[in-house]
């Protein structure tokens, strides 16, 4: 260190973020959907006193600073709970995606140490296959009431968390530790070999929440529903930076189809929401069938993978809500990029506003970004330039929990994603490096392909996987789910894309399905579909 | 620690600031008042770029980590520079307040030892009389070109700015380095002892401009003036904010009359704007005068004293410009608490609105505040129990530089202002310790008594100060500044407060002056009042 600023040693911790909600903004309103249906609500204040229970009774089981404790739940307000008495009690919250293969959970279960297992009702059935398997889980806690529990027949210490919690204080003192802690654990749902974690620190989760409410302005003028999920890295955040503000959160609970989601923004007055495009796909074909508008709704962050053009225009023209598109990953803790608008692009006429909101945006305060080629060499930000995207910053992985190896290169993360980076800093993801066609010595962007395909208007998803091909390395084969009632044809959706890419780019076949294979997190799984069609070519 | 988590540890340093602005917000502009007129105007890439030249001609001159760069100057572009290019080099920005005494500039520039001193021409009277008390000075920077440069006579080694950046690189390695080394320096204006030094750290910095980017909801559909200066607990950290999330920055350089800042706010189109009351109040009145109305102003932050609830009501009533009342002291970096409204209180009617935000705020994320009584326990969240303000966080002192003492009590350090705090954490400061007056073992608050006769609309300031009385222990004394051509008289005064005050509040005799004695940071200095009417009453 240089000469030393005289400046208060405070470590930023989590715990901190709800006692500040609480103090500062007690009155402010939590709104969770149970997992059986209605709607329950309190208030920052609330949520701090039963968090407080909470990390009581956690200490009462014999849980201690440094134990893991999972969660197999949906976005609801005893979750939230858990994020904060965890976390806040020095332990580490790990957070369980419920749609893994039963042998990845066990496998994660494990891995992280698992001491309780925390679970929602609908996630019963799975808990009752792989708790056998779990050996270091002494007590499983549904988290429900007594009169909501569910049946789970040869699963030893199951507990009803309202029962557990309801004997404790609301005092707790937290304890104050080292920053840098591990406070919350996430593992990716990679494609091959086994899950990998994310340790995130105190640090890194409450500096990206601030960095939430920065980038998204949140204030006690918002109301916010995190439709990503609080099992997939953090929820970005959101369920950390709203309490800092004093904004008002709506959790959805299990019900995440268009009808439930457009009723509760309605309800509620949700004013901001965040997801995966998908759920804005779903929630847009409920507004358009059924003739509604949005009362509050001004902005929605999109991240996960691109929205198609055609859904921005609709959301951005039709409707008046701004999209936002992200980018991070697992081991980005969350946000890492995000799409902002200037006074000078708004004056741009639509579909180049619209071309502008289709990039991933610019790294924000905290975060680095570059493009690099295969030799590692930094390429020029020229928006045409595209190399894998390296990410550097305050809550972006060294490394794995309990990994031998270090991914770093050169102290920066590579992302596997293929981005091009402009003058103003705005990158766009152009593949994942895996997924990248390569035909003739040429690259083809599967994820540009399949957006153009996605603005047939009888198409309801589109992906494109590069097939071995004799002649030219690699070719793309067009994978298409029609709408219902559509009887679109290949040599139609062929003319339409010849139309819209260059000559080479067009698909060499097409394939039309029911459905597309779709993983954990909701993204196509295009390892599926090679296994399945990579030899059609040859 | 406990289990760490596995997260990149990166310093928050200053550094970054600017250049994440420079790639991201590359663009967008500066505008910056010149010390001789005219409007200058650049992009934060430009900025960062002049900002690497100084960094490089510091460093030829011989600084290095560690060392000391003193400012005595206006809010501007070249300051601007400064506050990057010092900090992000490792070593020390000295803001100076021109206010100061003579004896108090040469005090504080010998004790933090600066090396350079960098200071706007129309400070160079003030220079050519300390020069020469200030040994360690080996080079005195005129914010200038060559042409605008003064003549300084008697003083060696006056460079001009422009002259010493010019032959010097835009391409300069930031060092990394503890982030919480000290980067910035700003004195007390003590009215009693020395100036006391606050060395503010690069985490208290960048950790305070993402809590102004929260609380003020910055991002680049907004335009930033700040009123408050530079050299004034670095301008509330707001040159800190913009650049992190693109908002434009305008600097008013000297011109700080209304007049001056209603054209520059209309011309460049400010949203937001930053400063004491008694810059308002001039602003208000130009406005009133001359039937003038804001076109896209919508929010000023108020501190350094309070607000008069008149000038609130006519700033949010008639010209809808939303009043952010904020509190913060020289050992508090800059924003410690900040008024913010609810949609609940949005629905109350306008004077019960005005009434909130007449208080001090709420406690930004990243500090808590608590009142004590004189035995130090703590007090009551009730808004009535009112003892003195105790501050804790993370920008917040620890001691003075070279100090020998701590400050601190129990960890929290005492403001010595009185204070109130309610349930829903809205502070109201209530006095300064030093200024409560102690009638018949009550207290008084000089605050609110000033507050009432500032209603009268006769009266253009007002002060008032406890005066030793021999029954009572102390009595009020109320000091009026009469609006020009009014003729308000002693009896009428007396029976408007009769009206607005409790019996006993209303003070025992007033006298009418031309103007108030103001200090450095502009406001009263009651000190002055009391050495010359203390014994009044006696």
């Avoid at 249906?37 to 920052?44: A, H």
């Avoid at 494990?110 to 808990?127: C, G, K």
């Avoid at 005092?171 to 840098?180: G, K, M, S, T, V």
């Avoid at 779903?282 to 996960?304: D, P, W, Y």
Wanted: aromatic share 8%; hydrophobic share 45%; charged share 20%.
């Amino acid at each position: 260190m240089l000469q030393p600023g005289l400046m208060m040693e405070r470590s930023l911790l989590i715990s901190d973020i709800i006692e500040h909600a609480a103090a500062q903004f007690g009155e402010v309103e939590v709104v969770s959907r149970e997992t059986h249906g209605p709607l329950f609500r309190y208030t920052y204040a609330k949520c701090a006193a039963r968090s407080r229970k909470l990390a009581n009774a956690l200490k009462a089981l014999g849980l201690s600073a440094g134990s893991a404790v999972g969660s197999i739940a949906w976005n609801n307000h005893r979750h939230l709970e858990a994020y904060y008495a965890v976390s806040g009690s020095g332990m580490v919250i790990h957070t369980c995606n419920p749609r893994l293969h039963a042998q990845q959970l066990i496998y994660i279960i494990n891995h992280a140490e698992d001491a309780v297992m925390l679970f929602d009702s609908t996630f019963a059935p799975l808990i009752k296959g792989i708790a056998q398997h779990c050996p270091k889980v002494k007590a499983w806690v549904c988290l429900s009431d007594a009169a909501n529990m569910p049946s789970i027949e040869g699963v030893a210490n199951v507990l009803c968390y309202e029962d557990l919690i309801a004997p404790h204080s609301e005092q707790f003192d937290w304890p104050q530790f080292d920053e840098r802690s591990g406070a919350a654990l996430c593992y990716t749902s990679g494609t091959t070999g086994n899950p990998k974690g994310a340790l995130y620190s105190h640090r890194a989760i409450v500096l990206n929440a601030m960095s939430d409410c920065m980038v998204l302005s949140l204030s006690t003028k918002e109301t916010v529903l995190p439709v990503v999920p609080m099992f997939h890295i953090n929820a970005w955040c959101i369920p950390y930076a709203t309490p800092m503000v004093g904004a008002r959160l709506i959790l959805p609970g299990p019900r995440l189809d268009g009808a439930s989601l457009y009723e509760l923004m309605e309800a509620e007055k949700v004013s901001i929401s965040a997801g995966v495009p998908t759920i804005w796909l779903a929630l847009m074909q409920h507004i358009e069938q059924n003739k509604l508008r949005f009362s509050t709704m001004r902005c929605t962050a999109v991240g996960g993978s691109a929205m198609p053009a055609a859904l921005i225009a609709k959301f951005s023209d039709n409707y008046g809500v701004e999209v936002r598109h992200g980018w991070g990953m697992t081991e980005t803790t969350a946000v890492a990029t995000l799409g902002c608008l200037t006074p000078e692009d708004r004056q741009l006429p639509a579909p180049e506003q619209h071309a502008l909101i289709a990039k991933q945006g610019k790294s924000v305060f905290g975060v680095e970004i570059k493009v690099v080629d295969e030799s590692g060499a930094t390429l020029p930000r020229d928006g045409v330039s595209q190399g894998e995207l390296m990410v550097r910053g305050q809550w972006i992985v060294t490394g794995y929990y309990k990994g031998e190896t270090s991914p770093l290169v050169d102290g920066w993360f590579p992302t596997g994603d293929i981005a091009t980076i402009d003058a103003q800093g705005l990158m766009q993801i152009r593949d994942r490096a895996k997924d990248v066609i390569k035909t003739g010595g040429e690259w083809i962007s599967s994820i540009d392909l399949e957006n153009a395909a996605m603005g047939h208007p009888a198409v309801a998803m589109a992906a494109v996987i590069g097939v071995k091909h004799p002649k030219w390395d690699e070719r793309p084969l067009l994978f298409i789910v029609r709408k219902p009632g559509q009887t679109l044809e290949r040599e139609e959706i062929l003319a339409f894309l010849t139309e819209r890419v260059a000559k080479w780019w067009v698909p060499e076949d097409v394939v039309f399905l029911d459905a597309l294979p779709v993983g954990g997190t909701g993204k196509v799984q295009k390892g599926d579909l090679r296994k399945q069609y990579g030899g059609v070519f040859a």
